[in-house]
Nanobody, 114 residues
């Protein structure tokens, strides 16, 4: 089993920044692909960004240029720097770990207010 612990969510004003962190433990391996998804009220969970251990990143079009994903393979951790936040970024953000199967964190709320 793999456990994922997220932190860094909160309330921020439009145009502000937040940084999310996620640490994997248990049977986690540094070779896993890690990333972030989000789910807004009444909507399906959607990709935000993923990052392989080799540094290949994939971003949703809606966050390109504003969000940056990074990772620390030694710490089995992934981060999401979110800048220029907009109201439509409001959602629960979930850390994702994939190595043969998906694992999910418990989610952290990000609320962007005007």
């Amino acid at each position: 089993q793999v456990q994922l612990v997220e932190s860094g969510g909160g309330l921020v004003q439009v145009g502000g920044s937040l940084r999310l962190s996620c640490a994997a433990s248990g049977n986690a391996v540094s070779a896993a692909r890690m990333g972030w998804y989000r789910q807004a009220p009444g909507k399906q969970r959607e990709l935000v960004a993923t990052l392989t251990t080799f540094g290949s990143a994939n971003y949703a079009d809606s966050v390109k240029g504003r969000f940056t994903i990074s990772r620390d393979n030694a710490k089995k951790s992934v981060y999401l720097q979110m800048n220029s936040l907009q109201r439509e970024d409001t959602a629960v953000y979930y850390c994702n770990y994939w190595f043969g199967r998906d694992y999910w964190g418990q989610g952290t709320q990000v609320t962007v207010s005007s």
